[in-house]
């Protein structure tokens, strides 16, 4: 009998940091083609997408903006899947298809309802999908053309920049004519953020104290803050922005792996938001993938990608038995770019 590979929840994370020990990697008997209701198919995943947000997934909470995974059933995630079998005419074995919240499970049946078919595009690869493509970038695109509304000449302070949203805004900031400041962890990290064109970077780690590095490097101030850390980097901006200033809050990765809520990080300087008449928002990139804004993302990143024009660096982990250790790997620092776990 043919046999998969899948990953488990197995016991929620509550707080501090996910280990190993909370999840299983299991055999199971593959599904057949002879199970498939009508408008299903059978698709083996590809390539999967590994992202921090499935951190608050792993906690078990009631109230978040995206369901908790559930104990003892295969976490989920984007992935790219090739389609097996199928029972809908509207896909056919072979197709590339994408799946929003598919199963980390070498083989599985999906509904069709839920999986759109990947159309090919010159210069784009399937793992361009959980990529370069990848809901991370939508969610960079988002946050610095829509909510950002950048204008040519402002400054930009990016924060995370290395990783799979940061490295999308600086070079979306670029095309846009913004002068990029950007800060990552490590020196290898910042080199990386000056190639992709960076007007500034630096090293937050080594850079003693993070304000004064602002005022140093920044002293026209900052015009947009896009934050994917939160914490004290949330703090620091807000004490150096400008009038009329944006601060898109897309992460707080400062804060995920707090061991209780008396840990949280408290902003000291949300009076800015006031005095600087700061327009701060959050959002969740999950409300916006039907929005006409993914098509005018997919279609203005793949011409630059395939031009040449944007790089997009990954961290790609090989075999689904290892997706729980690329998942605690987001947040040690071991990886740079976008994770992407290949099948």
């Given amino acids: 009998m043919t046999k998969i590979t899948r990953v488990l929840l197995k016991d929620y994370v509550t707080g501090g940091h996910a280990q190993l020990s909370d999840f299983v990697v299991e055999d199971a008997t593959a599904p057949a083609k002879d199970q498939l209701k009508d408008n299903q198919v059978l698709i083996r995943p590809v390539y999967f997408s590994v992202d921090p947000y499935q951190r608050g997934r792993l906690s078990g909470t009631k109230d978040s903006y995206v369901a908790s995974y559930e104990k003892g059933k295969p976490i989920t995630n984007f992935l790219?899947?090739?389609v097996v079998a199928s029972s809908s005419s509207s896909f056919k074995e072979g197709d590339l298809v994408m799946h929003n919240d598919g199963n980390w499970e070498s083989e599985y049946i999906a509904d069709a309802q839920n999986i759109h078919r990947i159309e090919p595009k010159q210069g784009v690869e399937p793992r361009d999908y959980v990529g370069v493509l990848s809901m991370p970038s939508y969610t960079a695109y988002y946050g610095t053309m829509v909510l950002g509304e950048p204008k040519r000449g402002e400054t930009i302070l990016v924060s995370s920049a290395s990783g799979a949203v940061g490295q999308m805004v600086v070079q979306l900031a670029k095309a846009a004519g913004l002068h990029v400041v950007a800060f990552a962890g490590s020196d290898e990290k910042v080199e990386h953020?000056?190639?992709?064109?960076?007007?500034?970077?630096?090293?937050?780690k080594t850079c003693g104290d993070f304000l004064a590095t602002l005022k140093k490097l920044v002293p026209q101030r900052i015009d947009i803050y896009y934050d994917n850390v939160g914490?004290?980097?949330?703090d620091a901006a807000l004490a150096h922005v400008n009038d009329h200033a944006r601060v898109i809050?897309?992460?707080a990765i400062t804060q995920y792996n707090i061991d209780s809520p008396d840990q949280a990080y408290a902003i000291k300087n949300i009076t800015a938001?006031?005095?600087?008449?700061?327009?701060?928002?959050?959002?969740?990139?999950?409300?916006?993938?039907?929005?006409?804004?993914?098509?005018?993302?997919?279609d203005y990143v793949s011409k630059l990608y395939a031009q040449g024009k944007i790089q997009y660096k990954t961290y790609e982990?090989?075999?689904?038995?290892?997706?729980?250790?690329?998942?605690?790997?987001l947040f040690s620092g071991k990886n740079v770019g976008k994770t992407i776990l290949k099948a």
């Fill in 80 to 82: 790219v899947a090739e």
């Fill in 231 to 234: 914490g004290p980097y949330l």
């Fill in 249 to 251: 809050i897309c992460g």
């Fill in 193 to 204: 953020v000056k190639k992709l064109g960076a007007d500034v970077a630096f090293n937050y």
């Fill in 273 to 298: 938001v006031l005095v600087r008449k700061v327009r701060m928002q959050g959002f969740i990139i999950l409300d916006h993938m039907d929005s006409h804004h993914h098509a005018e993302f997919v």
């Fill in 317 to 329: 982990v090989d075999g689904l038995q290892n997706g729980p250790q690329a998942i605690l790997d």
